[in-house]
T-cell receptor, first 114, second 110 residues
Framework: NAGVTQTPKFQVLKTGQSMTLQCAQD?????MSWYRQDPGMGLRLIHY???????DQGEVPNGYNVSRSTTEDFPLRLLSAAPSQTSVYFC?????????????FGEGSRLTVL | GQSLEQPSEVTAVEGAIVQINCTYQ??????LSWYQQHDGGAPTFLSY????GLEETGRFSSFLSRSDSYGYLLLQELQMKDSASYFC???????????FGTGTRLTVIP
């Protein structure tokens, strides 16, 4: 049981490049989400999904795109990377919604945009 | 909007007890969660309080008072491995997910 798996763990991009952060979970969770974590700012919600084919915006969605074609996968796309997107990105999944119960996090993807 | 307030840093001695407070302002409150994060690691779930009162899980306890919009995490018999950041979180308004505080960095000293 791998839980939540994120790839890559580290990535360096140049301004304007695009890339996709991958996230997969094997717990059959309907709810998945992406957070970014910056020093002193805690975790901020980027996008989330309540099931395959359903996504919605969180607190800081600009510059990011998501899709949810299967229950297992929830990739995050950076359309045109900017230095302000330098951050640590965490994917999470949960069995229940409404913020009730445990969120399971991946190990994080550390992104640097030059 | 939503807001969560928790101290930015706390230092405590190994073997002692420490309390990390969290006050919140939110609508549609469903409960208060706590997460632990070691440096370079992922957040991990510690506890969830949906009702008022104390929830105990081993050395860790969490308390909620909905009338005071306040909760705390209590860590007993502190160990060096408890040095980490601790985040309180509430359901995010308009989203099916959590809104996190900025975290409390706990340093346990010998």
């Amino acid at each position: 049981n791998a839980g939540v798996t994120q790839t890559p763990k580290f990535q360096v991009l140049k301004t304007g490049q695009s890339m996709t952060l991958q996230c997969a979970q094997d717990m059959n969770h309907e709810y998945m989400s992406w957070y970014r974590q910056d020093p002193g700012m805690g975790l901020r919600l980027i996008h989330y999904s309540v099931g395959a084919g359903i996504t919605d915006q969180g607190e800081v969605p600009n510059g990011y795109n998501v899709s949810r074609s299967t229950t297992e996968d929830f990739p995050l796309r950076l359309l045109s990377a900017a230095p302000s997107q330098t951050s640590v990105y965490f994917c999470a999944s949960s069995y229940s919604g409404q913020g009730i119960g445990e969120l399971f996090f991946g190990e994080g993807s550390r992104l640097t945009v030059l | 909007g939503q807001s969560l307030e928790q101290p930015s840093e706390v230092t405590a001695v190994e073997g002692a007890i420490v309390q990390i407070n969290c006050t919140y302002q939110t609508s549609g409150f469903y409960g208060l969660s706590w997460y632990q994060q070691h440096d370079g690691g992922a957040p991990t779930f510690l506890s969830y309080n949906g009702l008022d009162g104390l929830e105990e899980t081993g050395r860790f306890s969490s308390f909620l008072s909905r009338s005071d919009s306040y909760g705390y995490l209590l860590l007993q018999e502190l160990q060096m491995k408890d040095s980490a950041s601790y985040f309180c979180a509430v359901p995010q308004t308009g989203a099916n997910n959590l809104f996190f505080g900025t975290g409390t960095r706990l340093t346990v000293i010998p």
